[in-house]
């Protein structure tokens, strides 16, 4: 098992920049692939990036290619999402996902056992 508690969110103005942090306690940090996901109101959750178990692969959403990277400490349990060029579309509780013993990243939510609280990200106009 591993918990997930998800920080850095916040109130952004539009082509501003935050970084979201998401650390890791319980199993071996290093054998979870991650991912980030996010829920605006009234839309599904959907897969923002992922980051394989030891960073060697990532993918990212069409949506945030070019602005957002994910990156990952293992020594430190923590993975993270850098934001840059926010838009009010980004708008949204984000949520990091952990999933045991998978060699790729993963983008699909239903693939993702483990799930933090959530951290709101709001972008203004």
């Known amino acids: 098992q591993v918990q997930l508690v998800e920080s850095g969110g916040g109130l952004v103005q539009a082509g501003g920049s935050l970084r979201l942090s998401c650390a890791a306690s319980g199993r071996t940090f290093s054998s979870y692939v991650m991912g980030w996901f996010r829920q605006a109101p009234g839309k599904e959750r959907e897969f923002v990036a992922g980051i394989s178990r030891y960073g060697r692969s990532t993918d990212y959403a069409d949506s945030v290619k070019g602005r957002f990277t994910i990156s990952r400490d293992n020594a430190k349990n923590t993975v993270y999402l850098q934001m840059n060029s926010l838009k009010p579309e980004d708008t949204a509780v984000y949520y990091c996902?952990?999933?045991?013993?998978?060699?790729?990243?993963?983008?699909?939510?239903?693939?993702?056992?483990?799930w933090g609280q959530g951290t709101q990200v709001t972008v203004s106009s």
């Open positions: 996902a952990a999933e045991y013993k998978v060699s790729i990243v993963l983008l699909n939510r239903n693939e993702y056992d483990y």
